[in-house]
């Protein structure tokens, strides 16, 4: 099983719905992230969260929200899709300990009709 | 100009052939990257970490040079299984501000 699991791993939608993408890991990590995947414009980050209480914006946060509602969840929510929303989302947790690696989820995919 | 760039390839390249990829970083300041491996339609995992003095893992070697902003990443007899995308990671701003190249694209030939 992996450690960082997304659901759902692909999503169509439309325009105007809310949309929530959910994140739990088992590493055991306190850090958190959201990123988007464009082609050509590579990963960014949309929030990330460094414990329970601490949740804090990312370069591309307008249009999002998040929740940590506990240690290993975290999840990402769009209020109203709108199609350039369409992407694929990456969910990822880190450790001082590692060194800065950052352990991906498998992504969940979106598409905002 | 981005804070980091990549030639998004391809790079076709024949099995045992001996490829490398450059990545130019804008911020003369930064001094923590990565290499990151991302396979079609998968999440990305890190490669390897790239020390000032280098370091290598294998057939993978990945160096940086200061004085013209940029890292590279060696890829000795390439395998079919190394098909892959490679990005580029400047990690020097911290969590918050990790920046990912957009990737260079590998395709080893048989």
């Known amino acids: 099983d992996a450690d960082v699991t997304q659901t759902p791993r692909n999503r169509i939608t439309k325009t105007g719905k809310r949309i929530m993408l959910e994140c739990s890991q088992t590493k055991g990590h306190d850090r958190m992230y959201w990123y988007r995947q464009d082609p050509g414009l590579g990963l960014r980050l949309i929030y990330y969260?460094?414990?329970?209480?601490?949740?804090n914006k990312g370069e591309i946060s307008d249009g999002y929200s998040v929740s940590r509602q506990a240690q290993a969840k975290f999840s990402l929510s769009l209020e109203s899709a709108i199609p350039n929303q369409t992407a694929l989302y990456f969910c990822a947790t880190s450790d001082p300990v590692s060194g800065g690696e950052l352990f991906f989820g498998e992504g969940s995919r979106l598409t905002v009709l | 100009r981005k804070e980091v760039e990549q030639d998004p390839g391809p790079f076709n390249v024949p099995e045992g052939a001996t490829v490398a990829f450059n990545c130019t970083y804008s911020?003369?300041?930064?001094?923590?990257f990565f290499w990151y491996r991302q396979d079609c339609r998968k999440e990305p995992k890190l490669l390897m970490s790239v020390y000032s003095s280098g370091n290598e893992d294998g057939r993978f070697t990945a160096q940086l040079n200061r004085a013209s902003q940029y890292i590279s990443l060696l890829i000795r007899d390439s395998k079919l299984s190394d098909s892959a995308t490679y990005l580029c990671v400047d990690a020097s701003g911290g969590y918050q501000k990790v920046t990912f190249g957009t990737g260079t694209k590998l395709q080893v030939i048989p």
């Open positions: 911020n003369s300041a930064s001094q923590s």
């Open positions: 969260s460094f414990d329970v209480k601490d949740i």
